[in-house]
DNA sequence: CCCTGAGACGGAAACGTTTCCAGCGACCAT
DNA sequence: ATGGTCGCTGGAAACGTTTCCGTCTCAGGG
């Protein structure tokens, strides 16, 4: 654990001042003799400057933000990669931050990035208000939403539509000659929760399907997914449905694992299907229909999106859409 | 995008002294009555510290580096979310960044992010060598590794026995009357494929098996897995394996994927067997024997280690051990 | 009543960097 | 020969914060 040098002592070794030096390492206007004679010293004592002292001066810390409610969850963590994958050759790092889940604890998250940590700040909110979504578009620094805001914001946001997504999703279980539709969602007040669910009633109301009421995890993970539809088939008064729409890859392999402790088969006595496509889907047995949401497009566009706006670019908010796509595998029967 | 006050707008509005403020606002000998009065104008203001300013004067980020090859990895996910818990409460952030394959993008990586961007640095390295292993040693800051560090080291790490695990689930598959084990590695060159062979040999040969030689995936992922099985199935050749131990959950669901293709059926021509006990191995079909290595356990003792350098504690390097533990499901026949 | 010590406060320095600005040659054109 | 321009350099300021240190006040003890 050694002290690092500072420009300083470069300068010194260098027997040149700290401004040429700075610039001979910058490469803004310095004699070719003054540069090599820099870069020389800066080699032999290993100098790399301190980010805290630059970003201070610069005003840019060359870090971006990443807050999302839960970083276990795959889609989040395509996203992740994504962006981490677009700002990483720009110099940027990438900071996580959990959210958790209530609409405080986002705002603080958002305050304690902004206040000099982060440049920029692509965020992904479950839930939100009307506070929340004004703190966002006056936070000082850019903040780009992944996910559904409000019409007229001044924020740059990139979206998909799952509730379209859902509706592909119904269509093709109802093609398939499915009829007792029952829809698994996530927990109530959330952003995404709420879209979701009314995709899959449009859909239903569409079709002139009966309604069965709909199924609530308390999270959107595997496990919950699983205490719900063991709950739903405790309750033995319950009609069983012969498809399932899940608001979720997680719920739905979680619903599969609760179908199959009752010996219930995937597909032919339950249809199943997933939003997210993500990776699980395509090995899972069976293999999971599910519904493409982009979140790698999503995480790349977000990161463009916000580099632009460290720029410097001002005009008006951006919105990026990403469609939807009906990937179909063997849990929800397979095409008409 | 507002600008932020200062300390010095907040000292103003006071009616204080920059000194006395910012006393006032870290809690230290400032009397009742100038507490309140800052307090109250900091909260008018909505003033909050700027990191960069207090970096600089302090010589602490409030800031961990998390790094590792492949953040998809869910085990590194897992690790992630572990220092994130640990770290988040003490008032740091999480710098996530990706080493890539090889040496030398690893020292990059370290050194860019020693140069004043975190306090402290977890790194997972796939590859080592003696040059790595030095520039961990001599940065400027606190280095924890998960994984193996060379006897006589004074880095902090936490690992545990991969090869004792390995060893575990070979015991396992003989029990249950398996002969014929052949070996699903991981990319050769990288610590932990050289350490998982170690242990597979060494059980095989402790069992006086035939010796089928390896199979070896370009990466730790599900597609190389296929990819690798799939090659060895084409050889017709080849004799079939009556058990595959897998380097990884991962490839161990690959390989399952290339089975099942060829309608070979898990466990009964073929046990599979993975390792780190991921969250897909329970809820997978056929549920997964895995290893368990306790990615969270690791990455808990890794942050702390950590946070333990970082608030200066001096002492020998800690070698915090995590037993493997063998978690047996269907997809290895259970047990014997 | 004076001296001492404790407690509170303000001025100023310091952290390491970039950049503004002025100065200084050298060179070219008038 | 002189004025002007250009390229390069160094001094110094600035970013926002914490903390050292000196000063001041006030209370209490000798």
Redesign the pocket.
């Known amino acids: 654990m050694g002290r690092?040098?500072?420009?300083?002592e470069?300068a010194n070794l260098a027997?040149?001042?700290?401004?040429?030096?700075?610039?001979?390492?910058?490469g803004?206007?310095?004699?070719?003799?003054?540069?090599e004679k820099v870069q020389a010293a800066a080699k032999r004592l290993g100098?790399?400057?301190?980010a805290?002292?630059?970003s201070?001066?610069?005003?840019r810390t060359f870090q971006v933000g990443f807050a999302v409610a839960d970083i276990g969850n795959p889609v989040y963590v395509d996203m992740m990669k994504a962006i981490h994958e677009v700002v990483g050759p720009q110099g940027y790092h990438v900071v996580v931050a959990t959210t958790g889940n209530d609409v405080t604890s986002t705002a603080d998250v958002i305050r304690a990035l902004s206040?000099?940590v982060v440049d920029g700040l692509v965020i992904s909110p479950l839930r939100s208000n009307e506070a929340l979504a004004q703190q966002m578009e006056h936070a000082p620094i850019p903040v780009v939403v992944i996910g559904r805001v409000a019409e007229g914001t001044t924020l740059d946001s990139v979206w998909a539509d799952s509730a379209a997504g859902i509706g592909m999703a119904v269509d093709q279980l109802v093609g398939a000659g499915r009829r007792r539709l029952l829809f698994l969602n996530g927990p109530l007040g959330t952003t995404p929760a709420s879209r979701r669910l009314q995709g899959f009633d449009a859909a239903v109301a569409r079709h002139g399907l009966p309604l069965l009421g709909m199924l609530v995890a308390d999270d959107f993970t595997v496990e919950a997914g699983t205490r719900a539809v063991d709950s739903l088939l405790d309750d033995g008064a319950a009609e069983r449905p012969d498809a399932i729409v899940a608001a979720n890859d997680l719920l739905a392999i979680g619903c599969i694992q609760a179908l199959r402790r009752r010996h219930l088969s995937v597909p032919r006595d339950v249809a199943v299907t997933g939003m997210d496509d993500t990776e699980i889907a395509a090995v899972f047995s069976p293999s999971l229909t599910s519904v493409a949401l982009g979140s790698r497009e999503r995480g790349k566009a977000a990161a463009e999106l916000l580099l632009r706006r460290i720029g410097g670019e001002q005009g008006p908010a951006q919105r990026v859409h990403v469609a939807p796509r009906l990937v179909v595998r063997e849990s929800s029967g397979g095409p008409a």
């Open positions: 690092r040098p500072t420009l300083h470069v027997g040149a001042s700290l401004a040429s030096t700075s610039r001979a390492l910058n803004n206007g310095a004699s070719p003799e003054m540069i100098y790399y400057p301190d805290a002292g630059r201070l001066r610069m005003g206040s000099g």
